[in-house]
């Protein structure tokens, strides 16, 4: 049974496709092509409601306690207050008491918004989020995006937009705050973890690149080996994997490398596409958990495993159709190559509730071929490789004084990581600004035509971070590719 179009578009959810969505992060249910419990989840209605065996509250008592409280509000409260904010601020209220990240009422305003944007270009500062505890906070910054470009990484909590705090305020809020128009500029206060002060961010909203699926070759140990990047699961990503995944096999490929690092997920039908082209059918490539404990495999029709090896990059940016697909390659004895991933291990669905808002439902779990439930555990690697400390630094701030000999600070330890990762050997990385820090930033200021203080302004610091961030990008000193290739053979 296939779903609507605007049920499809809101379980495309907190879009990376929207520039800047939220609690996304989630394997969702596109369009469910099995029987079983996948049909199941389509038994929810357009009007939000469920099917026969499901209770509503007693009319006499629960739903009497509602109207009175709506009543009594809209009758004796000082101030006017609109049916619309009552009635979504129930419904808000009710999903935040489960305290599920992945759940949460999407208003029509949103909707529309995901309707316009699914089918073309769309603007804004590309990175996906999720409410947790309480905070908004990066599951990953899309490829070549502004997020991205601005150095923004999985797990950096935003506590600000343009000077405005985001608490009280729930994830469609937060975001309709970060999202806005290609060229128009956005402040965000981003707290790190290992950074003891939250630092500014300034991007640049632009349009935001729609390619899913990357591939490229290259000869290791005399091997012609695959490489494809897979940047998130939306609609065409499957179409997309298998025609370069083929046209790599065309070439004679003796090896494969699968990269869904800082992928935070998507479309579960993508997912499943995707790895019936690798799990054989004597095993199932996921299973499906109901709130019962009822458990259902999925199988491909797939004979035989692929006759050349084959490793997956993640990292903790990797999250739910990512992990789906890395876990079940591991369990086919594949290597996993990089750092645990983000852990989530359920299955959302979209339910329109009639008037064109929608609710995103957690409906089930998802569990690895073997049965596994890696939902806030993530896939540990079978090689566990971090890369250089310069990938895991973090803006230098300067106020008014520059940073010179003799100081001792944290932005001065960071900066010295920043600086050696660009080839400039500052000596040490404690944090103390030595004299060979001093030469170090001395020649990193003649390379690049600034004046040759041997100090750090806001100039310098600026052009080292921007340095270190296209570097990154670049994927230069990437050791855990590197080891990727390594182990295939």
């Known amino acids: 049974m296939k779903l609507k179009k605007s049920q499809i578009i809101l379980i495309f959810v907190a879009a990376l496709?929207?520039?800047?969505?939220?609690?996304?992060?989630?394997?969702?249910?596109?369009?469910?092509?099995?029987?079983?419990?996948?049909?199941?989840?389509?038994?929810?209605?357009?009007?939000?409601?469920?099917?026969?065996?499901?209770?509503a509250p007693d009319s006499s008592a629960d739903l009497n306690k509602i109207n009175q409280a709506y009543s009594l509000i809209k009758q004796n409260y000082l101030e006017e207050v609109e049916d619309t904010q009552l009635i979504e601020g129930a419904i808000e209220g009710m999903l935040s008491t489960l305290?599920?990240?992945?759940?949460?009422?999407?208003?029509?305003?949103?909707?529309?918004?995901?309707?316009?944007?699914?089918?073309?270009?769309?603007?804004?500062?590309?990175?996906?989020?999720?409410?947790?505890?309480?905070?908004?906070?990066?599951?990953?910054?899309?490829?070549?995006?502004?997020?991205?470009?601005?150095?923004?990484?999985?797990?950096?909590?935003?506590?600000?937009?343009?000077?405005?705090?985001?608490?009280?305020?729930?994830?469609?809020?937060?975001?309709?705050?970060?999202?806005?128009?290609?060229?128009?500029?956005?402040?965000?206060?981003?707290?790190?973890?290992?950074?003891?002060?939250?630092?500014?961010?300034?991007?640049?909203?632009?349009?935001?690149?729609?390619?899913?699926?990357?591939?490229?070759?290259?000869?290791?140990?005399?091997?012609?080996?695959g490489i494809i990047e897979i940047t998130n699961f939306s609609e065409n990503t499957a179409k997309e994997f298998e025609e370069q995944l083929a046209a790599l096999e065309k070439e004679n490929i003796e090896g494969l490398v699968i990269d869904v690092r800082g992928n935070p997920g998507g479309l579960l039908d993508v997912a499943e596409d995707i790895l019936s082209l690798f799990v054989p059918k004597d095993i199932p490539y996921i299973q499906i958990e109901n709130g019962d404990g009822e458990r259902e495999g999925y199988h491909s029709q797939l004979t035989e495993k692929k006759g050349y090896p084959i490793s997956i990059l993640i990292n903790e940016g990797s999250a739910s159709a990512s992990e789906i697909l890395a876990v079940a390659l591991k369990e086919l004895d594949y290597d996993v190559v990089g750092e645990t991933?983000?852990?989530?291990?359920?299955?959302?669905?979209?339910?329109?509730?009639?008037?064109?808002?929608?609710i995103k439902l957690t409906t089930f779990k998802w569990l690895s071929p073997?049965?596994?439930?890696?939902?806030?555990?993530?896939?540990?690697?079978?090689?566990?490789?971090?890369?250089?400390?310069?990938?895991?630094?973090?803006?230098?701030?300067?106020?008014?004084?520059?940073?010179?000999?003799?100081?001792?600070?944290?932005?001065?330890?960071?900066?010295?990581?920043?600086?050696?990762?660009?080839?400039?050997?500052?000596?040490?990385?404690?944090?103390?600004?030595?004299?060979?820090?001093?030469?170090?930033?001395?020649?990193?200021?003649?390379?690049n035509d600034l004046t040759d203080t041997g100090e750090v302004d806001q100039d310098t610091a600026g052009l080292i971070e921007a340095q270190v961030i296209e570097k990154i990008r670049d994927r230069d000193d990437d050791n855990q590719m590197e080891e990727a290739l390594k182990a295939l053979y």
């Open 17 to 55: 496709f929207l520039g800047f969505a939220g609690a996304y992060a989630g394997v969702e249910f596109a369009q469910s092509k099995d029987s079983g419990m996948k049909q199941g989840a389509n038994q929810i209605t357009n009007n939000g409601s469920t099917n026969e065996d499901t209770e």
């Open 99 to 225: 305290e599920d990240p992945h759940t949460s009422y999407m208003d029509i305003e949103t909707v529309n918004q995901f309707t316009d944007q699914i089918e073309s270009s769309f603007e804004g500062i590309g990175a996906e989020v999720s409410m947790v505890n309480g905070l908004v906070t990066i599951v990953a910054p899309i490829k070549d995006s502004p997020a991205e470009k601005a150095g923004l990484r999985p797990n950096d909590q935003v506590l600000t937009v343009d000077g405005e705090s985001l608490e009280g305020l729930n994830l469609n809020e937060a975001v309709a705050k970060i999202r806005g128009e290609k060229g128009s500029e956005v402040e965000l206060e981003i707290q790190r973890a290992g950074v003891s002060d939250p630092f500014p961010v300034t991007i640049v909203r632009d349009e935001i690149p729609v390619e899913t699926v990357y591939s490229s070759s290259e000869m290791v140990d005399g091997k012609l080996t």
């Open 341 to 358: 991933s983000y852990g989530k291990g359920t299955v959302q669905q979209a339910v329109p509730l009639g008037d064109g808002s929608s």
């Open 370 to 447: 073997h049965g596994e439930w890696i939902n806030e555990k993530g896939v540990e690697p079978t090689i566990e490789v971090k890369q250089p400390e310069y990938y895991y630094t973090h803006p230098v701030q300067i106020e008014e004084d520059a940073l010179k000999v003799d100081q001792t600070d944290e932005a001065i330890a960071n900066l010295q990581v920043m600086l050696s990762g660009l080839g400039y050997d500052t000596g040490r990385t404690d944090g103390y600004y030595s004299e060979e820090t001093e030469e170090a930033v001395s020649s990193f200021q003649s390379d």
